[in-house]
Nanobody, 125 residues
Framework: QVQLVESGGGLVQAGGSLRLSCTASGRTLSTYDIGWFRQAPGKEREFVAVVPWSGGRTTYGESVKGRFAISRDNARNSAYLQMNSLKPEDTAVYYC??????????????????WGPGTQVTVSS
């Protein structure tokens, strides 16, 4: 079992930045792809970013490309989401998720086995 916990959410003005952290326990994350997703009220869970187990090429959702950056630190059993140039439409609960690494990354929420409880990000205009 992998237990995930997100941190770093909060209230920020439009144009500001936040850095989310995802810390794992129970197992090492080194063999897992790590994804970030978000869900706003009344909307479906949306893919934000994923970093593969190999630490190779990252993938981003269209709405965050060029503004967000995902990274991982296997030594700390953690992953991060640096969010810059935040917009009010980025307001959501942000979740990190993990799935066993494979040949390809996946951007579909139901393909991820483990989830954190989420952290709220609110961007004011």
């Amino acid at each position: 079992q992998v237990q995930l916990v997100e941190s770093g959410g909060g209230l920020v003005q439009a144009g500001g930045s936040l850095r989310l952290s995802c810390t794992a326990s129970g197992r090492t994350l080194s063999t897992y792809d790590i994804g970030w997703f978000r869900q706003a009220p009344g909307k479906e869970r949306e893919f934000v970013a994923v970093v593969p187990w190999s630490g190779g090429r990252t993938t981003y959702g269209e709405s965050v490309k060029g503004r967000f950056a995902i990274s991982r630190d296997n030594a700390r059993n953690s992953a991060y989401l640096q969010m810059n140039s935040l917009k009010p439409e980025d307001t959501a609960v942000y979740y990190c998720a993990a799935r066993p690494g494979g040949a390809y990354v996946n951007t579909t929420p139901n393909q991820y086995n483990y989830w954190g409880p989420g952290t709220q990000v609110t961007v004011s205009s």
